[in-house]
Each structure stands twice: as structure tokens, then as C-alpha cells.
């Protein structure tokens, strides 16, 4: 039995990404949160209805080819890791963010 070397993998280089752009990264994440928010509201009296706050958790349906993006703009605003939930299609993924205030344990 022999054993067979394999080459380093070569790894893309990773993206840094500006504060302009992780703000705005981080608006884009927060309006697909605020929207899948929005939609699990429906049925509720207008009472009892809650507003998303960008320190809450946060679920959002996202494309796969921007999860890069999302998470490192959610690290960078919330501190908080994002988390691919479940594979809806293969456009679709439902992220989670534990969000600001679980991160700092309030």
C-alpha cells in the first residue's frame, strides 16, 4: 500500500472589501432580511406585528454567489457569523445571523 502526494490546492485570494462596500453589502442583506421578516408577519393583527431591528437575528433568502459578500459585511456590522440554514434551490439559500445582540451577550 502506497500513499500518493497530491499538490497544495491553490486557494482563490480573498476579496477585502472597503467600508463603503460592506455598508452597503450590509443594506442590501438587511433589505432581504426585512423582507423575509415582512412575510412570516402575514396573518398577524397590526398590534402584534414587530419591526426588524439590524441587532436582531436576522434570516434572509439570499443568492449563493453573494453569501461571501453578505457574510463578511453581517461580520463586520453585527460581529455575528452568517450561516446557510437550508438549500432551498440552487439560486436559493435561507441564511441566519445570530445578530448584534447575542454577540455581545445582552
Keep these: 500500500m502506497s500513499l500518493t502526494l497530491v499538490k497544495k490546492p491553490k486557494f ?5 472589501y472597503t467600508h463603503e462596500e460592506r455598508q452597503k453589502s450590509f443594506e442590501e442583506f438587511y433589505q432581504l432580511a426585512n423582507k423575509y ?6 396573518g398577524r393583527r397590526k398590534s402584534d ?5 439590524w ?6 433568502v ?3 454567489k453573494d453569501f461571501n459578500r453578505f457574510q463578511d459585511a453581517v461580520a463586520y456590522v453585527c460581529g455575528s457569523p452568517l450561516e446557510t440554514e437550508e438549500i432551498i434551490t440552487r439560486t ?3 441564511v ?3 445578530g448584534y445582540w447575542n454577540c455581545v451577550g445582552a
Design 12 to 16: 482563490a485570494k480573498r476579496v477585502e
Design 37 to 42: 421578516h415582512k412575510l412570516t408577519q402575514i
Design 49 to 53: 406585528i414587530e419591526d426588524l431591528r
Design 55 to 60: 441587532k436582531d437575528e436576522l434570516i434572509a
Design 62 to 64: 439570499i443568492n449563493p
Design 92 to 94: 436559493k439559500h435561507l
Design 96 to 98: 441566519y445571523a445570530s
